[in-house]
């Protein structure tokens, strides 16, 4: 297992890459809309560290949408790259830990994806995610 990545959620997605990128001179990779989890996302690939992707909600019934009411811009999740997202949603299930949905499902850049709900890690939302191939 390693990090993958850094979710921010964020309320304008073009104007926050604007002003990474011209902050940190990272690259942006296209921006990606996911409508069956109501987001727009971009990834920043940082050298040597895990990539940031800026989430922004497609409307107002998007969960980031949700989360950006609650609580205003900010960490939103962070993402632990698995070889198989069944075998340790399994073992951590047998665990006790809760998932907020029972099965994986498509992510950006066809991964697959579950998340721990947050009530089981200290209020921090953890994503598993499985890359393609």
Known sequence: MAID????????LEESVARW???FGVKASPVEELPERGVRLVHLCFPGGPVIELVSPLGPE????RFLEARGEGIHHFTLEVEDIEGM???L???????????PRAGAGGSRIAFVHPKTLNGVL???LEKPG
């Open 126 to 128: 953890l994503e598993l």
């Open 5 to 12: 990545h850094i979710g921010i959620a964020v309320r304008n």
């Open 93 to 103: 299930k047998k665990a006790g830990v809760q998932f907020t949905e029972d099965k």
């Open 62 to 65: 998007s969960p980031v949408a």
């Open 89 to 91: 949603m399994e073992h």
């Open 21 to 23: 990128t011209a902050l």
